[in-house]
């Protein structure tokens, strides 16, 4: 991870240097020194540029001065509407602009400590890179940047406000790389035993496997699971970090954990289904999420819950019309077998409830393909039971960039799913089956606030973004790290 340092002012001697500007607002000091240093390059160029400090616009020079390699200037937009977000936004872009820079230390004497914390957030996030399985890339194409600077009046508390902030990229950055892993490394073992990873950092870790599911009578996530030779998995994941002596009722989590989804003996096309790789995104953000909160001691105790499967075609795969008892004891009528992500969740989020007794659940997942068709990759899908947690999660969306926008439940789309031979059948029709597969989750919810989210359109992205580069984004992480902060800590 990119290493983030903070400190006192001090005119840049080497290396590249990245100078923040409001919008309207002259060069002051350590960037009026540098330009007076540089001639009146800097303001030349930014005259030339038609640059006034507008969010998002940057100006590049090169060797402006004796020592420097590149200088970029960047706007912040106006002063007056500074946020977090707009501040990791100049820091990502930074990352991106100094990416064959090595070392960059950034001017940033006109921010709060929080705000320069937030910059370097911003420049972690958008650095991230995978980079397993790249064996020939040539040494000029590789990123250089390795170290970044910031420098604030107020170094010592922005490094203090850095240290959370930290925890919660390393739980972004493995995030990314379990939905970036391809299904023929992570496969429900193996995601299960990074999930075991989690130890070090003091969260309790238990693994289930097939006999432990049996057991316990998960008929609708084995029905899932039992056309792939790769076994499935459970794994519960308890951060007790609120410091009772008795744990409170916890905030359960919930992740669909697909690591290939061919769609089974409803077999999906060919074209494009190598996306099906990231399936597993849910249970990706809670595994992250995990890491987070664990990492930076939240106050607050948390159960993470993640079904792994993966979906596959074969003799032994379910078959369309299968019927399955759940574990809650609900029959359900398999019609199609690429609905099989509400299987797993139906399981899990039943066993979190009887194990657990939550004071509240969300469940991530990449559930349907008709909520892109919907919301396309600019908010994930929200379906909640309780407008005091829908509140707080639309907020939360706000706060972090990774925006929900709230779906409608109700009695007249749970009509889709009678059955005629078992409680429910797994599909309604193609109108509004995202809200269809929303009340089939809601049949497995026990008189609990819950929310569930559906992140398909927003799990992997197609172009880089300020703080996302393109790929697996860990959507969610952020977000319920944020309401965890906002809303339940000690
Ligand atoms: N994993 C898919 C949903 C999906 C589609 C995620 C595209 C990301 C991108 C899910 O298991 C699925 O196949 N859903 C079906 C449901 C249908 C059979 C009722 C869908 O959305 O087509
Ligand atoms: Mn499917
Ligand atoms: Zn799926």
Known sequence: ??????????????????????????????????????????SRAIEVAGFKGQKGKTVLLFAPVEGLTRLLVVGLGKRADLTALTVEEAGGGIAAALSQEAQVTVLAEGLA??????????????????????????????????????????????KSAFAPLKA????????????????????????????????????????????????????????????????????????????????????????????????GISIKPASGMEDMKWDMAGAGAVVGLMAALAGRKAKADIVGLVGLVENMPSGSAQRPGDVVTSYSGQTIEVLNTDAEGRLVLADVLWYAQEKFD????????????????????????????????????????????????RMPLGEAYDKAIKSDIADMKNIGGRHGSAIIAAQFIQRFVNNKPWAHLDIAGMAWSSKDAACVPKGATAYGVRLLDRLVRDHYEA
């Open 1 to 42: 991870m990119l290493d983030v340092a903070f400190s006192k002012p001090v005119p840049p001697k080497a290396g590249a240097v990245a100078l923040l500007l409001a919008e309207e607002e002259a060069l002051s000091g350590a960037g009026l020194a540098l330009n007076e240093a540089s001639g009146g390059a800097i």
């Open 113 to 158: 400590a929080s705000e320069a914390a937030h910059l370097g957030l911003g420049a972690v996030l958008r650095a991230y890179r995978f980079d397993l399985y790249r064996t020939k890339e040539k040494p000029e194409d590789k990123p250089k940047l390795t170290a970044i600077t910031v420098q604030a009046e107020d170094h010592a508390k922005a």
């Open 168 to 263: 919660v990229a390393e739980g972004i950055y493995l995030a990314r790389d379990l939905v970036t892993e391809p299904a023929n490394v992570l496969t429900p073992p193996e995601m299960a035993e990074r999930c075991r990873a989690l130890t070090k950092l003091g969260v309790k870790v238990e693994i289930m496997g097939p006999k432990e599911l049996e057991k316990l009578g998960f008929g609708a996530l084995l029905g899932v699971s039992q056309g792939s030779v790769q076994e499935p998995r459970m794994v519960v994941m308890q951060w007790n970090g609120a410091g009772g002596r008795k744990p409170r009722k916890p905030l359960v989590f919930v992740g669909k954990g697909v690591t290939f989804d061919t769609g």
């Open 358 to 405: 939550p004071a509240l659940m969300v469940n991530l997942a990449t559930l349907t393909g008709a909520i892109i068709v919907a919301l396309g990759q600019e908010h994930g899908g929200m379906f909640s039971n309780d407008e005091e947690l829908a509140q707080k999660l639309t907020s939360a969306g706000i706060a972090t960039g990774e925006k929900l926008w």
